[in-house]
Structure formats: structure tokens, C-alpha cells
């Protein structure tokens, strides 16, 4: 019988493991060196609070049996169960944000043609912290978190999910549900074909091609007669975008599209996602309206995240991850059974003096060539031979 794994499940090998762990550790570092502490919320949740935001549709969480009435799920992401772990918590004391968390776990999730997924992401909550300064923190800690990995050619690809849906509802209402899901696919040639009156048409056309250089595309949206009641939101991404420039941010690493944007109301501010080389290595946004799911006296506290896709970034970054892994400093033999105990007290001994570097011990009482042939195949430089008598012959090959 052949054991295989469920669709979407993964084996991480030694060297997955290192890349993964190299990625890890240095995000973790720069996650730390903002102020952010780890949380760890459960593998499992009921399903009504992992959909209680309403960012998650049902269908992909993946359900377990339970002997309970409630329906339990495997996390598909992190948002909901971090806010759920914290709104009772928070308990009205403003005093008490805002709160720097991140994670670093697995999630799973349901595909559409009925497959399961599970991946890893790594990520960032700042709860309870609204306006420019918080907004402009999340977006400069993602660069920051990008460069530590020395990642090449990746792009934020920001939006406003307050603005897009302002200037969606300047549209007669009739027409509304319709664009947005044109805006939420990216569907252009459908919008031109939709059957809509000649003016409405040319406003949505206008809307989807919202995309380019920020400060182009904020210069158009200005001088749009349509737009002069947004003035507010225009001018807060402005400021967001200047804030953005002026602390170091690069400008060609920034596009401003404000046809991005997804179906639901979970996101009540900027989104944004980042690309790179065909991958999309993280994406996150504001949800002001979430904590007040989870408070017991449906107290809203605004709030900020993101998340990186690790297996994205994994692929993204291959050539500059390690591909071997670390090798043994030293091979301990036992010439004889009689000197296995001393073998083994000179590799503890080896071990405490050489700063954690791995020392393997042989296993088998083998001729010494085929021994010599063995450390070289795991690049091992150095064998300690030891006799009966305790004495060592060191070895370098």
C-alpha cells in the first residue's frame, strides 16, 4: 500500500527547512526590532469566529468533526483569531493600545475545486492605532521586512478601500454592484461590454485604469470634476504617499491603484499587496470594524495589518537561499567496541567546546576507508579516531 499525503499537505525537507527557517529569522528580527511581541492562537477554531469578519467565506474553511453542536475549522488565516484573542481583552482601556503583535504559522485552507491547501505565512497586527503614523508604519515595516531578505524587484501595489468605495458610490445605485465586481476582478473588457448608459460607462472605465504612479494618478483624480466632494480622502493618501517618500520609501516601489479592491466590506482603508517576479509574496490592509465583532459590548478599536506568504517568498528568493546544509565539524569513531564510552564522552566533550557545532558520532565498526569515504560525502573536514584506551588520533581530510 502506498501512503501518500492528502492534496495540499507538504513534507518540509532539511533544506525546505533551512530556507524556510532562514526567511523566518529574519523577519522575526526586524517584526522584534519595531516593537512587535509573537502571539500563537489554536490550530482550531469554531467556524462562526473565523467568519465572524466576514472575510472568509465558510466554503473555505476547512470543517472538522466535532462531537460538540458547533461547527469547528482549521485557521485559513490569522486576522480573525488575533482580533478575537484580543477584543474582550482590551476591555475599553484605551490606555492599554496599541498592541504590536505577530505570528508565524501554518494555515489551511479550502480551494474552490474542492482541494485542500495548507501554507505558511508570517505577519503583523497593530491593534487599536489609526491615522497616518500607524498606516505609514505597516506599510514602511513590510519594505523593511522585504529588504532584510534582500528581495529584488517587488512593488506594494496600494489602494484605498474607503476611497474606491466613495467613488464607487457616486455612481447611480442601480449600477454599483456591478462595477465593484468588475473593479474586485480586474475585468475590463467585461465592464466595456456591460450594458450601461454612455456616461456611467466612461466613469467606470475611469475608475479601473485608476493605476500608475501615485502622484500621477492623484493628480488625475484632483482634476476630475467628480471627485471634488472626496477631497479629504484624496488628500489623506496624498499625505500617506508624501510620508511614504520623505522617510526613505522609494517611490518606484510604490503604485497607487485604486481599482483594488475585493468584494466584501472587511476593509475599511488602504490595501495593498506586494508582487514580485509573478508572485504575490504578502498583502494586508486596515479593518477598523473587526474588534467590535469580537467585544462582548461590540466596542470597535481601529486596526492595521499584513502577512507574508512564505512559500512565495521561497520561490521568489531560491537563488539567494541557502541550497546545502550546514555540515558536522567533526566524525567521533570508536575503533573498537571497547571504546564506544570514551567515544561518546570525547563528542560531548567536543560539543561543549565548539560554540553548538554539530558532532557525529559512527555508528557502525567499519574498515577506515570506507569511514574516510562516508565523512567526505557529508563534507565532514575532520575525523577524531578513538582507541580503546581513550587516547584520540585526530584526522583532517
Not at 76 to 104: K, V, W
Not at 335 to 344: I, L, R, V
Request: proline share 4%; charged share 20%; hydrophobic share 40%.
Amino acid at each position: 500500500m502506498v501512503h501518500q499525503l492528502p492534496t495540499g499537505a507538504k513534507d518540509l525537507l532539511p533544506v525546505d527547512v533551512a530556507q524556510k527557517r532562514w526567511i523566518e529569522s529574519r523577519i522575526q528580527q526586524v517584526f522584534q526590532s519595531w516593537g512587535y511581541q509573537r502571539i500563537i492562537t489554536p490550530t482550531v477554531e469554531h467556524l462562526r469566529s473565523l467568519t465572524a469578519g466576514g472575510a472568509v467565506d465558510p466554503e473555505s474553511v476547512i470543517q472538522l468533526h466535532s462531537n460538540s453542536i458547533d461547527i469547528l475549522g482549521l485557521r485559513p488565516e490569522f486576522t480573525a483569531s488575533i482580533a478575537r484573542a484580543y477584543a474582550a481583552r482590551l476591555g475599553g482601556d484605551i490606555a492599554t493600545c496599541p498592541q504590536r503583535l505577530y505570528y508565524n504559522a501554518n494555515v489551511f485552507r479550502r480551494r474552490a475545486n474542492n482541494t485542500s491547501d495548507e501554507s505558511f505565512q508570517a505577519g503583523v497586527e497593530l491593534l487599536g492605532a489609526s491615522g497616518l503614523l500607524a498606516d505609514g508604519e505597516i506599510l514602511m515595516l513590510l519594505a523593511e521586512s522585504l529588504d532584510c531578505l534582500e528581495l529584488q524587484n517587488w512593488q506594494i501595489i496600494l489602494g484605498d478601500a474607503r476611497l474606491t468605495s466613495a467613488l464607487i458610490a457616486l455612481l447611480p445605485e442601480q449600477y454599483r454592484d456591478k462595477v465593484r465586481q468588475c473593479l474586485a476582478s480586474l475585468d475590463r473588457i467585461s465592464l466595456a461590454e456591460m450594458d450601461l448608459p454612455t456616461d456611467v460607462k466612461s466613469y467606470a472605465l475611469q475608475l479601473i485604469d485608476l493605476r500608475g504612479k501615485p502622484k500621477d494618478v492623484l493628480s488625475r483624480l484632483s482634476s476630475s470634476a467628480w471627485t471634488s466632494a472626496l477631497t479629504g480622502e484624496i488628500s489623506y493618501l496624498k499625505s500617506l504617499i508624501d510620508l511614504w517618500e520623505t522617510t526613505g520609501g522609494n517611490s518606484d516601489r510604490l503604485i497607487l491603484d485604486l481599482s483594488f479592491m475585493q468584494t466584501f466590506d472587511y476593509y475599511t482603508g488602504i490595501v495593498f499587496e506586494v508582487a514580485c517576479n509573478n508572485y504575490v509574496v504578502a498583502q494586508g490592509g486596515r479593518y477598523d470594524r473587526l474588534l467590535g465583532v469580537y467585544h462582548p459590548q461590540n466596542v470597535s478599536y481601529p486596526s492595521i495589518g499584513f502577512c507574508l506568504n512564505l512559500e512565495d517568498l521561497q520561490q521568489a528568493l531560491q537563488s539567494r537561499l541557502p541550497q546545502t546544509l550546514a555540515t558536522s565539524a567533526c566524525l567521533v569513531v570508536a575503533k573498537t567496541p571497547e571504546a564506544m564510552q570514551a567515544a561518546f564522552a570525547y563528542a560531548a566533550q567536543l560539543r561543549q567546546s565548539t560554540d553548538l557545532e554539530a558532532i557525529e558520532l559512527e555508528l557502525e565498526f567499519r574498515a577506515a576507508d570506507p569511514i574516510r569515504n562516508h565523512a567526505r560525502s557529508r563534507g565532514i573536514p575532520q575525523i577524531a579516531w578513538v582507541n580503546s584506551d581513550g587516547a584520540i588520533d585526530s584526522e583532517t581530510l
